[in-house]
């Protein structure tokens, strides 16, 4: 049997208590930490299971680590390249000075001992090996700094470190240690100048010093193996199965394809269909040779595997009209385990339970005043604890359309607390958010605020151990567009519900829509200087603002709104289902809304149109029929889920299911139907992810079941994803590690297109 193998560069920890990043692109931390804990180190198998082939294999040429310094740059010559700095309540600034040194320039050293920190990525530790640091130091003052060569995720612990008092004459240092724990192909090497040991707080703006950094190998007796491998199919399916109708497609992958396969029933172990295969062909993307192979004709409800002569055989699958069911409960309850202000209770959470968090108030970013303002309650972005409206309007928008659009497929059992109220569960639970938004609007203004963050991203705790003071960054007119936008979608959906809660809605949209009239458009938003928790950067407002007045005359039908509308060119409009570019959606409310401008309807179809048939384009050149081509980004599957969620929104405006199939076929694609053989949904397929970037999965040691991860990300936006996937084909650059927050961050914005794409299948 021919498998894929994928490094199992796994480093697992269950006491956590680092700085991570969020998926919007906050820049990846690095903290102390109280307590260590050795990652986990699978079971050796027993000798009676080896294999004759694996006994003849020849074991692996290891290139030796010994004679090379790791450190690229250690003597500044050229400049600060690979050397950066991270604060977190301080402040400083890196050159390098005439002495050919690094000079680091502290104006502020905050109040925590990472305030202020300067690092360096790009080497490797391998189990076993004996290494050497070495580097020469001084201050401007006397003064106590530490050094780190820790985890680069997780809980940060320090493989080894210490405090050392720098004074300033300039010293040489040199420190031994062995790597005990399982190797790291993306360590950190660090240096806390924040508010560390005697450091006096007031010991004013100062210079820190280093230079001739060295590390070397300098033992390798007892180098440990490589790490074990997971072997993954050369036939890859949607692992949790098809409905019967469901167009069925296997891709098969190897230089020595397959001329035909065949499906087998797992329990009698009977073949149940025979199909052919043509040629392979070589996938961009992917860079392998592919071929597909097509069972839709098998209809009958049971448990399968597809078999290939060549390329073996795929992890099980199931057809049945419920193979959707359980995971779909599971993506729409993520939001809920996601909630923020309110007590998880085990009755509902299970292990995922927590005390209240985050019930404090807010004090408003560059007020005089030190009241705060409660704006408790939605739900947590992503793998951090902050709550942002744009991130967050895209999120509760694409449920309410779902629900709009596919109603059947909510019930009013999905086991959260407002379960049996007679509500459909998506609607309760995009409530929650909703109530929270309607709290970020400054009542006298009627703008927006565009988020609520404490200063810096959380430690690796759980919710309620977050309790820095939480701030409101100033209001933007993207933040106030988005909101305006939800709020008249809301007053429609909702007013057969609660009309007293519609009409509350409708009044905040309309106020929202009042501050945009009198605020210059353009307005976007930067992040205050000394808060670095995601940014959600957004320059442009008009696309948010041409969905604020579409959705405000799909729910009213007040023709003054379609005037406004029609004199926008909506070729004008960034088109798109994200968190930045909203135009498609106000596209899609515009003409489904009930226009009446003919003409001007038709550029609007025509724009959406357009994005259609480049979907249809990545589509035909992919053998998976993956929506992307060339360039997976941060956040691909998002990319993918919207693209599905495009193609049936287009089938509506239409009114009929053109697209239907390709868009169930985005949907096989996340399920485990892709190159790297994963279901990239938390707790479901015979493979998914186990380290997500997630607080609460990481505190916890275990990855919360239905949550969508971000997937490839060919731009390689981490040091664990650069450090391991440097040269790898676009849609392979995913590695299931929560180092890598790039590729294995999850969001609620991620979850909701997934919900509306699995509403469809329902």
């Excluded at 697992?12 to 931390?29: H, I, Y």
């Excluded at 030796?64 to 309540?89: Q, R, V």
């Excluded at 043509?278 to 409800?301: C, I, M, V």
């Excluded at 040091?719 to 999850?746: I, L, R």
Aim: aromatic letters at 10%; glycine letters at 10%; one cysteine or more.
């Amino acid at each position: 049997m021919m498998k894929r193998k994928i490094l199992a560069l796994f480093l697992c920890v269950s006491m956590v208590m680092g700085l991570t990043a969020c998926g919007s692109g906050g820049q990846e931390a690095a903290a102390p930490v109280e307590e260590e804990q050795q990652p986990e180190t699978p079971d050796e198998p027993a000798e009676e299971e080896e294999t004759e082939a694996e006994e003849d294999e020849e074991p692996e040429e290891v290139e030796s680590l010994m004679g090379y310094n790791m450190i690229e740059n250690g003597d500044f010559s050229n400049g600060t390249t690979k050397w950066n700095t991270y604060f977190n309540g301080g402040n400083a600034v890196i050159v390098a000075d005439e002495e050919g040194r690094l000079k680091v320039q502290i104006t502020t050293l905050g109040t925590k001992e990472h305030s202020v920190q300067v690092f360096y990525d790009g080497f490797a530790l391998e189990t076993g090996c004996v290494y050497e640091l070495s580097f020469d130091a001084s201050a401007s003052v006397e003064r106590e700094v530490e050094y780190r060569i820790q985890i680069n995720g997780g809980d940060y612990h320090a493989y080894t470190g210490e405090g050392i008092a720098l004074t300033p004459e300039t010293k040489h240092y040199d420190f031994t240690f062995t790597m005990e724990e399982g190797s790291d192909p993306a360590p950190r090497l660090c240096f806390n100048m924040g508010l560390y040991g005697s450091t006096d707080e007031n010991i004013g703006a100062h210079d820190v010093f280093f230079d001739n950094f060295e590390l070397y190998c300098i033992d390798e007796t007892n180098r440990a193996l490589p790490q074990a491998a997971i072997d993954t199919p050369d036939i890859q399916i949607n692992q949790l199965g098809y409905r019967p109708d469901d167009e069925k497609i296997a891709v098969f992958r190897g230089e020595d394809m397959d001329s035909a396969f065949s499906v087998v029933d797992v329990k009698s172990g009977e073949t149940v269909f025979e199909g052919t295969l043509l040629a392979g062909e070589k996938n961009n993307n992917t860079r392998e040779t592919e071929s597909s192979g097509d069972f839709s004709e098998l209809k009958t409800p049971g448990t399968y595997k597809v078999v290939g002569e060549k390329c073996g055989e795929s992890y099980e699958f199931t057809i049945g009209d419920d193979v959707y069911d359980e995971a779909f409960d599971a993506a729409v309850r993520m939001l809920y385990l996601q909630r923020c202000g309110v007590e998880l209770t085990e009755e509902y959470a299970g292990d995922f339970a927590h005390p209240v968090c985050h019930d404090g108030g807010a004090v408003v970013h560059g007020s005089a005043s030190s009241s705060t303002v409660d704006v408790s309650g939605g739900w947590h972005d992503a793998g951090d604890y902050g709550r942002y409206v744009v991130s967050g309007a895209k999120a509760v928008a694409d449920v309410m359309l779902a629900y709009e659009r596919y109603p059947q497929a909510f019930g009013d059992d999905a086991g959260i607390p407002e379960s049996g109220n007679g509500t459909p569960d998506i609607l309760d639970e995009a409530r929650y958010e909703l109530d929270w938004l309607l709290k970020m609007q400054d009542p006298a203004t009627g703008g927006v605020y565009h988020k609520v963050t404490c200063a810096n991203f959380p430690e690796t705790v759980m919710p309620e151990d977050e309790t820095d003071q939480l701030i409101l960054s100033p209001i933007s007119n993207c933040a106030t567009g988005d909101f305006a936008a939800v709020m008249a979608m809301a007053a429609r959906i909702y007013k057969d519900v609660d009309s007293d809660f519609a009409d509350t809605c409708m009044a905040a949209s309309l106020k929202a829509v009042a501050y945009l009239e009198g605020s210059e458009s353009g307005d976007g938003f930067v992040n205050p200087e000394e808060i670095v928790t995601g940014e959600y950067p957004d320059a442009k407002d008009t696309d948010e603002r041409y969905w604020a007045y579409a959705e405000l005359f799909k729910t009213t039908k007040d023709e003054k709104y379609e005037e406004i509308l029609t004199a926008i060119p909506y070729a004008s409009i960034q088109g798109g289902l994200g968190w930045e570019k909203v135009g498609f959606y106000g596209g899609y409310a515009y003409l489904t809304g009930g226009y009446t401008d003919e003409e001007y309807a038709k550029t609007v179809v025509g724009k959406l149109e357009y994005a259609v048939n480049g979907i249809l384009e990545s589509t035909q050149a992919d053998t998976y029929q993956c929506s992307l081509s060339g360039t997976y980004p941060w956040g691909s599957n998002m990319s993918i889920a919207n693209n599905g969620m495009l193609l049936l929104m287009m089938d509506d405006i239409n009114g009929n299911d053109k697209y239907e199939s390709l868009a169930k076929a985005q949907l096989d694609y996340l399920f485990g139907n892709n190159a790297n053989s994963y279901c990239f949904l938390t707790g479901f397929g015979s493979l998914s992810p186990e380290h997500t970037h997630h607080r609460p999965s990481q505190v916890l040691d275990q990855s919360m079941a239905g949550m969508l991860v971000g997937g490839a990300d060919s731009n390689l936006e981490d040091p664990y994803a650069k450090a391991t996937m440097t040269g790898t084909a676009p849609a392979k650059c995913y590695v299931d590690n929560a180092q890598s927050f790039s590729c294995n961050e999850v969001t609620v914005y991620w979850n909701s297109p997934l919900i509306y794409l699995m509403a469809e299948n329902k």
